[in-house]
């Protein structure tokens, strides 16, 4: 295992939340009792499409460093070999976006999860869902308005989404009335509010969020901070009794631990200064990936090419339906194609730079 500053979190849920797995948490040296703070700009929110793709104008990401040793993002797992095959893989990879407009803050996350996978329902108990579907890949956005307070004295705010990747249906999970917002009332709206769709191998989620739900009075302008914390979980299990499950998030944990008891959430501090609307928008690309995928020659007997929900060509094995890992060509006859598809790829790195208050 690679050297790591870990601590061992064993919260559970109070009577308010759903009860879930205890969890082992990484708690890298980078991040400080303090916090992180993250400086947001504004942005028109005519500019904003809730439509799964993070373009030029829309937001301005965060420089967040996401080496192991360094990040202040926490990695929380709920045993050693969802650590290793989950969250350290998913660390790299990790994209949060943000902008600000007239009454909301606007959030945008990119994560890769190394199984895109989610088939879990909600789980309905009572009058209220529970976000077991987090097994599965899934974002959750949480904020205690101010970052320290009394339990119970000020409505949490916790939401989980996700897309099924079985059915394509959006799905949304809260712990009750004292999970939804400032006025308990709030239900973030699909393609209205908020949007999770799949890139290739990413997962994308675009959220704006009102400041009356989570800044201290339901308002927020220049100037001031609200405060979240923001995760992308992951996992391959079937059914919400699963134990393969982990996740990368900004501020406190969104999963796996107790909202009641997290105080570290991130803070967004507002800014006057405007996110430059691009002449002609485009799409923010994922940065290239630091290793290589596996090159196979697919046998036209074995794989076929499909589409995926972007349109690409795609290499499935005939038996399982299953992606291989291939890059197949664009244009042709997909059986010649096959008999002579190759793979690029390309190594790259970001720098990053943190920032804390």
């Known amino acids: ?32 009792e303090a916090g992180t703070t993250v400086t ?15 373009s030029e104008g829309e937001y ?26 989950g969250g350290l893989k998913m660390l790299p990879f990790m994209e949060y976006y943000f902008s600000w407009s007239d009454g909301q803050i606007n959030v945008a996350v990119r994560s890769k999860p190394p199984v895109l996978k989610q088939v879990i329902p909600v789980n309905t108990d009572g009058e209220y869902p529970g976000d077991d579907f987090c097994k599965n890949t899934a974002f959750t956005i949480s904020s205690d308005v101010v970052q320290t307070r009394p339990k119970g004295t000020v409505s949490n705010f916790y939401f989980a989404v996700c897309k099924r990747t079985d059915t394509g ?23 209205t509010d908020y949007v999770v769709a799949y890139d290739g191998d ?15 009075g339901g308002a927020a302008g220049a100037g001031d901070s609200v405060y979240l914390s923001i995760g992308a979980e992951a996992g391959s299990c079937d059914t919400k009794d699963g134990e393969d499950f982990y996740a990368v998030s900004l501020g406190d944990f969104t999963y796996l631990v107790s909202q009641k008891s997290a105080v570290n959430h991130a803070a967004f501090l507002l800014s ?9 928008p485009t799409p923010i690309t994922p940065d290239p990936d630091p290793t290589p995928a596996p090159v196979v020659n697919p046998d036209p007997e074995k794989y076929e090419i499909k589409k995926d929900e972007q349109g690409n060509d795609i290499v499935v094995d005939k038996e399982t339906g299953e992606k291989v890992d291939v890059t197949p060509a664009k244009t042709g006859d997909p059986m010649i194609i096959m008999a ?18």
């Open 1 to 32: 295992m690679k050297k790591i500053l870990a601590i061992i979190l064993t919260v559970v849920m109070t009577a308010a939340l759903a009860a879930v797995a205890f969890a082992d948490s990484i708690n890298p040296s980078g991040h400080t």
């Open 40 to 54: 947001v700009k504004k942005v028109d929110a005519s500019v904003l499409k809730k439509d799964g793709v993070i």
């Open 60 to 85: 301005e990401r965060a420089d967040i460093n996401v080496d192991e040793d360094n990040t202040f993002l926490h990695i929380a797992y709920n045993n050693g070999d969802a650590l290793e095959e």
């Open 169 to 191: 249906d959006l799905q949304i999970g809260y712990y009750g009335a004292d999970q939804r917002g400032n006025s308990d009332s709030y239900i973030p709206q699909a393609y």
């Open 202 to 216: 990413y997962a994308v989620l675009e959220w704006s969020i009102p400041f009356s739900e989570i800044a201290e």
């Open 272 to 280: 006057e200064e405007e996110i430059p609307a691009p002449v002609n």
């Open 340 to 357: 002579a598809v190759a793979a690029v790829s390309a190594a790259g790195a970001f720098i990053v730079r943190k920032k804390r208050h």
